[in-house]
T-cell receptor
Framework: QKEVEQNSGPLSVPEGAIASLNCTYS??????FFWYRQYSGKSPELIMS????GDKEDGRFTAQLNKASQYVSLLIRDSQPSDSATYLC?????????????FGTGTRLQVTL | DTGVSQDPRHKITKRGQNVTFRCDPI?????LYWYRQTLGQGPEFLTY????????KSRLLSDRFSAERPKGSFSTLEIQRTEQGDSAMYLC?????????????FGQGTRLTVV
């Protein structure tokens, strides 16, 4: 079982629609969760972080976390063509001073006109 | 530009040669991470530092790879005797660790091609 799992897509949504991206993780002790956006040929860009159960909203983005289900999601409202990218889910677990991000393989989002 | 800076952006090398990459983190950040990413995959953890101390190194990392952060500021990643399988994007990230939740920010990456 992969530590962080994402559907590779592509997920295709029309402009203006809501895009829903999902991620599951295997380590119950995971403590913080991040969404990165990565355009083709570029490096990952942090767009959302979430640390406690529930929803966190930032502009058109909403991150949702359910630790009991080991599930984190990202909703993008009013999707724009510029949102077309790969979205990486990352999970962090702290053990003493040790801390590293573990990434999923990413979901490719295509926003169509 | 106050973000994470990596140099070079691109490197083409012949198999068997050594290469070294540099990363300058965001100035107040005490943690620095190296990741590797191949096409269609998420970034794969290589190693990380807190200040000048290397705290963790991936068990998957060959001993041809070595990283340093001598003064707790910039870091270098060296790959000795490069192989074609080393071709990837090498990503550096930094964060300010306070013992709690922290956000890591990536540099532009160094794309390595081994021919």
């Amino acid at each position: 079982q992969k530590e962080v799992e994402q559907n590779s897509g592509p997920l295709s949504v029309p402009e203006g629609a809501i895009a829903s991206l999902n991620c599951t993780y295997s380590d119950r002790v995971s403590q913080s969760f991040f969404w990165y956006r990565q355009y083709s040929g570029k490096s990952p860009e942090l767009i959302m972080s979430i640390y406690s159960n529930g929803d966190k909203e930032d502009g058109r983005f909403t991150a949702q976390l359910n630790k009991a289900s080991q599930y984190v999601s990202l909703l993008i409202r009013d999707s724009q063509p510029s949102d077309s990218a790969t979205y990486l889910c990352a999970v962090n677990r702290y053990t003493g001073t040790a801390s590293k991000l573990t990434f999923g393989t990413g979901t490719r989002l295509q926003v169509t006109l | 530009d106050t973000g994470v800076s990596q140099d070079p952006r691109h490197k083409i090398t012949k198999r068997g040669q050594n290469v070294t990459f540099r990363c300058d983190p965001i100035s107040e950040h005490n943690r620095l991470y190296w990741y590797r990413q191949t096409l269609g995959q998420g970034p794969e953890f290589l190693t990380y530092f807190q200040n000048e101390a290397q705290l963790e190194k991936s068990r998957l990392l060959s001993d041809r790879f070595s990283a340093e952060r001598p003064k707790g500021s910039f870091s270098t990643l060296e790959i000795q005797r490069t192989e074609q399988g080393d071709s990837a994007m090498y990503l550096c990230a930094s964060s300010f660790w306070t013992g709690e939740n922290t956000e890591a920010f990536f540099g532009q990456g160094t794309r390595l091609t081994v021919v």
